[in-house]
């Protein structure tokens, strides 16, 4: 497995999330209010779009999530499930700090999404 910097950590804001490219795919990472870390596939399933780095952070029965900032699905940063519909996920990533950088793994944590969402052509 390597790892890939993506920023210092106190350039990320609580509650807020960014994109970075990790390997040719852009992968959303979450610093949330208690300073964890968390890092998700970028791209949202529903609507194709990559924009789940820019969706609204926040918590469920304790658990920190993601909402679509498209169609408000809510995805748990942990799991990469999507609370709002079973049987989609998002992929989740290894995620970690070393030396103030925050740096993410080119390989997917645990177990493969049930889903892997199809990316939406884009006209030039």
Known sequence: MSWVSVCRYQALLPERGVCALVDGR?????????????????LDPFSGAHVLSRGIVGTRAGEPTVASPLHKQVFSL???????????????????????????SSVRAGTEPVREPALVPMSV
């Open 26 to 42: 852009q992968v959303a990472v979450f610093r949330t209010y208690d300073g964890a870390l968390h890092a998700i596939g970028n």
């Open 78 to 104: 942990v799991s990469g499930e999507c609370l709002d519909e079973p049987g989609v996920t998002v992929p989740v990533y290894s995620i970690r700090v070393e030396d103030g950088l925050v740096q993410v």
